[in-house]
């Protein structure tokens, strides 16, 4: 038995499936990219004419999908602290794990930040023009914990 989430915050999903899913004490993001809610606006990235991508800056996408996520955590009822899991798809993993690594050490790592494991996978593309996805698992604090 599962409940499912939507954030009035984040962007909105680019397919038939929800922001979250509550199972149990757990808490199943969907992919959560950089998008802009409202908009096919892509923080950081320039297309051509043609639509294709002319350049982006992973670090600005990056700090947008960190903030998608924490926005889409937030409306389902958890906080950035509940997060247990991370999955990450990068399009250019020698251009862009660098910057990505040392951005994610500042949200992920010491003074009381989560340090969730993690997983970072180099895929050929994703469902819309942008660098970097996040999958997430948080679990959730009860009232007993």
Known sequence: MSESFESSRAPEPV???PHANRVGDFLFLSGIGPRARGSKEIP???????????SYDIEKQCR????N????????????SD??????????MKKDFPIYNRLYAEYFAGDGKPNPTRTTVEVTALPTPIAIELKVIAALQTATD
């Open 44 to 54: 950081g990235v320039t297309l051509d004419s043609a639509g294709n991508v002319a």
């Open 15 to 17: 397919g038939a499936f």
């Open 83 to 92: 997060i247990v899991d991370v999955t990450v798809f990068l399009t250019n």
């Open 69 to 80: 996520v924490k926005l889409v955590l937030e409306d389902s009822g958890a906080n950035w």
């Open 64 to 67: 947008a999908v960190f903030e």
